[in-house]
C-alpha cells in the first residue's frame, strides 16, 4: 500500500469510521482529529487554536486579534499580519503535506484532497448518504431527538462547505472535486469500505 487517501464527508455519513477502517485494513495510521495535535506541536501554536478553527472559517477580528496574541514560530511579516485562522489552515496545510511526504495515510477531512493536489499517489473520495440516514446515525450516536439531529447535520455541513470553497479553489463535495464519490446510505459502512478498496487496488495497479 503506497497510496494516501484522502476523505471529504457529509456529516452523518460515516466519513471517520469508514476512515479508519480502511486504515486497519491496510495497516496504516487514520488521521482526523490526530491532525490538529501534530499541526499544534509542529507549528508552535496551542493544540486549542487548531479545535476552536477546525473546519470552520471564522471572519470574527476580534477573536483574530485576540488569539493573535497566542502565535509564534513564523517570522515572516507577510505571515505575521494574516488572520490567525490563516495562521492555523497553512500550519495543518504544512501539516498534511510532510505526513503524505513520511508514509501512506488515510486522512480525513481539511481540505487534505487540495492540500495534496501534487501528489500523483493519492485517492481523494468523498462520502455522502441521504439525509434521513444520516439524521438517524447523528441521534443515536449523539443521543438526540430526530429534529436535533437535523440541526446539527446542517450547521456541520455549512460549516465543512464554507472551510472548503474558502480555503481551496474547489467546491465542496463537486463530484469534479474527487476521484470517487460514494452513497453510504446506499452501501452501507462496510459495503462503502469494501468499494473503496476495490477502487484503491485498481488505482495502485494503474499507477505502478
Given at each position: 500500500m503506497n497510496t494516501i487517501i484522502t476523505i471529504g464527508r457529509?456529516?452523518?455519513?460515516?466519513?471517520?469510521?469508514?476512515?479508519?477502517?480502511?486504515?486497519?485494513?491496510?495497516?496504516?495510521?487514520?488521521?482526523?482529529?490526530?491532525?490538529?495535535?501534530?499541526?499544534?506541536?509542529?507549528?508552535?501554536?496551542?493544540?486549542?487554536?487548531?479545535?476552536?478553527?477546525?473546519?470552520?472559517?471564522?471572519?470574527?477580528?476580534?477573536?483574530?486579534?485576540?488569539?493573535?496574541?497566542?502565535?509564534?514560530?513564523?517570522?515572516?511579516?507577510t505571515f505575521v499580519d494574516m488572520p490567525i485562522s490563516h495562521k492555523v489552515f497553512l500550519a495543518q496545510f504544512d501539516a498534511i503535506?510532510?505526513?503524505?511526504?513520511?508514509?501512506?495515510c488515510v486522512i480525513v477531512g481539511r481540505c487534505a484532497d487540495y492540500a495534496l493536489a501534487e501528489f500523483k499517489n493519492c485517492v481523494h473520495i468523498f462520502i455522502h448518504g441521504d439525509l434521513e440516514t444520516r439524521i438517524q446515525r447523528v441521534a443515536k450516536?449523539?443521543?438526540?431527538?430526530?429534529?436535533?439531529?437535523?440541526e446539527m447535520i446542517i450547521k456541520k455541513d455549512k460549516q465543512r462547505a464554507s472551510y472548503y470553497n474558502y480555503y481551496s479553489s474547489k467546491k465542496w463535495a463537486s463530484v469534479e472535486s474527487y476521484h470517487l464519490s460514494v452513497d453510504s446510505s446506499l452501501l452501507g459502512i462496510d459495503g462503502t469500505v469494501e468499494l473503496i478498496k476495490q477502487f484503491v487496488n485498481g488505482f495502485e495497479k494503474n499507477f505502478s
Open positions: 457529509q456529516f452523518g455519513s460515516g466519513g471517520h469510521e469508514i476512515g479508519e477502517k480502511l486504515a486497519q485494513f491496510w495497516g496504516i495510521k487514520c488521521y482526523d482529529k490526530e491532525l490538529l495535535a501534530r499541526a499544534a506541536k509542529e507549528s508552535g501554536y496551542c493544540e486549542e487554536m487548531f479545535r476552536n478553527h477546525d473546519e470552520r472559517p471564522t471572519n470574527s477580528f476580534l477573536y483574530n486579534l485576540v488569539m493573535d496574541t497566542y502565535s509564534f514560530g513564523y517570522n515572516s511579516s503535506k510532510k505526513l503524505a511526504k513520511e508514509e501512506p450516536k449523539y443521543e438526540l431527538t430526530s429534529d436535533k439531529a437535523k
